[in-house]
């Protein structure tokens, strides 16, 4: 089971800018798919970005132009940079990791609001 610790939210307003951190306590870090989810209050988990072990990335339609994730091996870590950030993305957002089943951090919460 893979230990994860997100970092990174807060209180943005609209149109401004995060990264979320979500470092990993395994030393095969590159053999997992790692990604995000965030879940609104009353709404159900929905998947935001995957990164593969080979790099290749998803988005789902609602963040693509302004969220990247991206990985970094050495570190064992995984970030999400979002931009243009809306009232709508606010979310508890979740990192997971994905070997042959999914490990999840307990969760930071991002607040887009004026």
């Known amino acids: 089971q893979v230990q994860l610790m997100e970092s990174g939210g807060g209180l943005v307003q609209p149109g401004g800018s995060l990264r979320l951190s979500c470092a990993a306590s395994?030393?095969?870090?590159?053999?997992?798919?790692m990604g995000w989810y965030r879940q609104a209050p009353g709404n159900q988990r929905d998947l935001v970005a995957t990164?593969?072990?080979?790099?290749?990335?998803i988005y789902a339609d609602s963040v693509k132009g302004r969220f990247t994730i991206s990985r970094d091996n050495a570190k064992n870590t995984v970030y999400l940079q979002m931009t243009s950030l809306k009232p709508e993305d606010t979310a508890v957002y979740y990192c997971?990791?994905?070997?042959?089943?999914?490990?999840w951090g307990q969760g930071t919460q991002v607040t887009v609001s004026s």
């Open positions: 997971y990791a994905k070997r042959t089943a999914f490990d």
């Open positions: 395994t030393t095969i870090f590159s053999l997992y798919t």
């Open positions: 990164i593969t072990t080979t790099g290749s990335t």
